[in-house]
């Protein structure tokens, strides 16, 4: 079950209490210290539910107000706590009930959450990791203020029945009283927490409503190497040297990492018009070429990989400001002729596979099985072709961008580890070898 | 070409993978491979392919933990679906993957390397599908 769904049965459960609070009055102080002990418990919930959300959250650059919002909302849940209200043991009382579901659920709620932020010693989950970063934080926190304004909706009533026209009871305890004066204080000044509420977000759905409580055991390989937009420019200059300085140890993996690198900086790029749609089909053909190439993740953790992907992560996950975009987007190119030239020594290393199947006879279904071997690759083979033809695409897309300013490629020297920019004839000599 | 269409292969996977009460290793994988064809034939420029290319890569990286098994080929009738049906039974496609990994292939039996694996796979499914909600 997840956090989401959680959140979910605590709105209803406060919908509920809603109506029965206009419906039915209490008939002792009991009944309205036990409902009001309840309604504390839920504010308390909402109150931990918007710091786990906000945890390592500052005040933020325009257009994500998560830490302002978050001051905001905790501050208005801690005015409206009172003092009054303890649970006691009595008769059944549905608003009471009702009050304790939604506390329940927002409490589970909180506990996936802190499942994964937790805010003592950080992250424990490649989404607390996203939603430390903000992920998910703005409509986390526009869910948890419409909360709010559902629990007010209870609170009016609550006045009512405390200290309005006919009060539920005719001679309501001071402590009660005193509660009142706090109630209605809050309400008056509930208006900035409608605000939030009526926030238009990106998406109902968010990373966080997909929570489902993280497992016990920390990632310390995830954990202490994070990776943030920012950080991919590193990430792409680091992998650009690897690449060329360890050709020897370069696998089918990294070349698929490193694409699908490269296609998420395409998209990105492309979302915000930077670079043409042919550039990113290209990495897209060059991506999807390894359909038929086998890259299996190796078998024990790899540091080179692992940052990869941890970067792809954090471009699907953020959109890199204007500055870091337009650093990667300039390194496009580049990294498409070091997985070019990569590939091409891969290959003549012998370690790159493609498919070489047959389709057996099982046809009754939509899904075939094939009989399949790995065959070592050669250029000829439609996977690397793809991916040659993808990969040229972007590199020439790329050289149209600049206005045939082409960004140096780099070249190897025979001994593997002198930088030199590459002549203008490598991406053609490149062409005339994909063919 | 077989008479199913890539919308009714993606949706009888998912109620396959949600009924499944143990690992399902087989449907995983042919699941992730039709992700990945939907991806393939979608995502053109006209059908938005910026959201299929977030999910796709993200498929593709965990379709990768496969490739010990015979890979599969997938003959269905994409051309008669609507790419946002697609897309939309595309995406319920990927969240029943991930929930099913996240509940059965990270149990205590399996060594922590190959729990750790499945954790992340499932990690990168649901950022993914968060990025594109």
Redesign the interface.
């Known amino acids: 079950v997840t956090y989401g769904q959680y959140v979910d049965d605590a709105r209803l459960a406060l919908l509920e209490a809603a109506q029965t609070a206009v419906t039915s009055r209490a008939d002792s102080h009991r009944q309205v210290a036990d409902a009001l002990a309840w309604r504390n418990r839920v504010l308390h919930e909402l109150d931990r539910l918007v710091e786990l959300i906000a945890t390592g959250a500052r005040p933020a650059p325009v257009g994500q107000p998560v830490a302002d919002d978050a001051m905001t909302l905790r501050r208005s849940l801690r005015w409206a706590r009172t003092a009054a209200g303890r649970t006691e043991p009595g008769r059944p009382f549905a608003l009471s009930d009702q009050l304790g579901v939604a506390a329940e659920a927002l409490s589970v709620a909180g506990d996936i959450l802190a499942s994964h932020v937790d805010p003592i010693n950080g992250p424990r989950s490649t989404e607390g990791l996203q939603i430390a970063r903000g992920a998910g934080r703005p409509e986390a926190i526009v869910e948890v203020a419409q909360l709010v304004m559902t629990l007010a909706t209870v609170d009016r009533r609550l006045v009512v029945w405390i200290g309005g026209d006919e009060p539920a009871l005719p001679s309501p305890a001071a402590k009660h009283v005193r509660a009142l004066r706090i109630i209605s204080g809050w309400l008056a000044t509930v208006g900035r927490v409608a605000g939030i509420a009526s926030r238009t977000t990106s998406s109902k759905r968010c990373l966080v409503r997909d929570l489902v409580v993280a497992p016990g055991e920390r990632d310390p390989v995830l954990i202490s190497a994070p990776v943030a937009p920012a950080d991919c420019v590193s990430v792409l200059d680091d992998l650009h040297l690897w690449l060329i300085r360890h050709p020897d140890q370069v696998e089918a993996h990294h070349l698929a990492a490193a694409t699908r690198l490269g296609l998420l900086v395409a998209t990105a790029a492309r979302r915000s018009r930077c670079i043409s749609a042919a550039e990113a089909a290209g990495w897209r053909t060059a991506i999807q070429a390894f359909g038929r190439i086998a890259a299996p993740p190796p078998p024990v953790p790899d540091e080179q990989l692992t940052r990869l992907d941890q970067a792809a992560i954090a471009l699907r996950s953020d959109r890199p400001d204007d500055q870091t975009l337009t650093a990667l987007t300039d390194r496009l190119p580049i990294l498409a002729g070091a997985v070019r030239t990569a590939l091409k020594r891969a290959l003549k290393r012998g370690v790159m596979f493609t498919q070489d199947k047959a389709l057996d006879s099982r046809t009754r279904t939509a899904i075939h099985h094939v009989i399949t071997m790995w065959t070592r690759a050669d250029p000829t083979d439609l996977g690397i072709s793809n991916l040659l033809v993808g990969l040229n695409t972007a590199i020439g897309a790329a050289g149209r961008r600049s206005d045939g300013v082409f960004p140096p490629l780099v070249r190897v020297s025979p001994a593997g580890n002198t930088l030199a920019p590459a002549s203008p004839s490598t991406t053609a000599s490149a062409r005339t070898w994909s063919r | 070409v077989?008479d199913?269409t890539y919308v009714?292969?993606a949706e009888t996977a998912t109620h396959t993978i949600v009924s499944a009460h143990a690992a399902d290793v087989e449907t995983v994988h042919?699941a992730l491979?039709?992700a990945?064809h939907g991806?393939?034939w979608f995502?053109t420029?006209t059908t938005g392919?910026?959201r299929w290319?977030?999910l796709?890569?993200?498929v593709?990286?965990v379709a990768?933990?496969f490739?010990?098994r015979?890979?599969?080929?997938?003959?269905?009738q994409a051309d008669a679906d609507e790419p946002e049906r697609a897309w939309h039974a595309t995406t319920r496609l990927v969240?029943a993957v991930a929930?099913h990994i996240?509940n059965y292939f990270?149990g205590d039996t399996l060594p922590?390397?190959q729990?750790?694996?499945w954790?992340?796979s499932a990690?990168?499914l649901?950022?993914?599908?968060?990025?594109v909600?």
């Open positions: 077989t199913m009714q292969a042919v491979e039709l990945l991806w393939a995502a420029d392919p910026i290319d977030l796709g890569t993200a593709q990286q990768a933990s490739h010990y015979d890979p599969i080929v997938i003959l269905v969240a929930e996240g990270t922590p390397l729990r750790r694996h954790r992340e990690a990168v649901r950022t993914a599908l968060g990025a909600r």
